[in-house]
């Protein structure tokens, strides 16, 4: 097997997260204002405005809590998910097929996100920390806090919603990107160079998006519930929270934080691609000489 696409995938994929995670934070803030249970009147009225409270409340940090396991996150999920994404398109279709990618994109998501779940649940709940709730914990102790209080589930909370949502993610970028590039090669409309990767993961980006914000918005607020003795459960599971939202709040509850995720989508994607496509061809350029 192949291990440039492990390595690769991963350093691209801790570049690009670090780049755009603190309009990641600004979209898990507002979507869960508003849910079940949260009677506080909405402190966010978008995503600018979140910018600005988190900033003037908290500080310049609070843009970045969570993002030691975010990078685990990344440095793990991101590393297997390129590494079988690439395995399977080779063997299924070489590139050529939009539907043999999207299968290879969906295997490969719901695999990696299934195995790295346990950092996004603390990803999470650190980034829904507001002010002087946040602590200082190292990794590890905060992911035995989680074990010791929620139990090995605690860790895997949320991880069905995390899999269809990685599974449609990576399906539909991974898939359009890849389509998208062999297509403008084939037909000579460009050129295999930075230009091509920019167009194809910006494209790649809101589609994306538009596929997986309604999936998001769940993962978010079933990740984000505490289940412990005495306490009720919000949500009984993914289905159960998006029948919830929908009749609490509207359909459009589904789109909550669509901006921030694609302008966190698309910038991270332009980041990934662009920074994966030259770590491949610096490698090529090395193995030659």
Known sequence: MNWQPFLF??????????????????????QIQGQVGDVAQARYRGMIHAFQVILREE????????????????????????????GLKSRISQ?????????????????????????????????????????????????????????IRGLWRGVGPTAQRAAVVAGVELAVYDWIKVQFIRKQWMKDDIKLHFLSSFIAGFAGAVASNPIDVVKTRMMNQKVVAGNDQLYKSSVDCAVRTVKSEGFMALYKGFVPLYLRLGPWNIIFFITYEQLKNAHASYAEK
């Open 95 to 151: 590139g050529d097929s939009l539907l043999g990618n999207m299968v290879s994109g969906m295997v490969a998501g719901t695999c990696a996100s299934c195995i790295a779940n346990p950092t996004d649940v603390l990803k999470v709940r650190m980034q829904a920390q507001r002010g002087g709730a946040v602590q200082s914990k190292s990794l590890f102790a905060s992911f035995a806090e989680i074990y010791h209080q929620e139990g």
């Open 59 to 86: 500080s310049v940090g609070a843009l970045y809590n969570g993002i030691a396991p975010a990078l685990l996150r990344q440095a793990s999920y991101g590393t297997i998910k390129i590494g079988i994404y690439h």
């Open 9 to 30: 995938g991963g350093l691209a994929s801790v570049t690009a997260e670090f780049g755009t995670f603190p309009i990641d934070l600004t979209k898990t803030r507002l």
